[in-house]
């Protein structure tokens, strides 16, 4: 099972981001998909949640902000990110569950103010 992030970088504040996450070795489909961050010193948190028909919740701090989506005939999970942060620095994670829960191994976002 493989979950490779992609997309992450060094943006101004204001900013747009758009992370990929491609899946294999799953049945993507089947799989609840989300994002979660961890900032310097900080415990990882999720950030936003697709489910298996595409409904999805995001974290107060980023409503309005980022959105998340999956395309199941890519087998791949996005989250666009704009109007970015300091405070949205971290490294990004992709994880699915359903079974058995898999992450990948991260992708690094740092805003600039």
């Given amino acids: 099972v493989q979950l490779q992030a992609s997309g992450g970088g060094l943006v101004q504040a204001g900013g747009s ?18 994002w979660y961050r961890q900032a310097p010193e900080k415990q990882r948190e999720l950030v936003a949640v697709i489910a298996t028909g595409g409904s999805t919740n995001v974290v107060d701090s980023v409503k309005g902000r980022f959105t998340i989506s999956r395309d199941n005939a890519k087998n791949t999970l996005y989250l666009q990110m704009n109007s970015l942060k300091p405070e949205d620095t971290a490294i990004y994670y992709c994880n699915a569950r359903f079974i058995a829960t898999y992450w990948g191994q991260g992708t690094l976002v740092t805003v600039s103010s």
């Fill in 17 to 34: 981001l758009r992370l990929s996450c491609a899946a294999s070795g799953i049945k993507f489909s089947v799989y609840t998909m989300a």
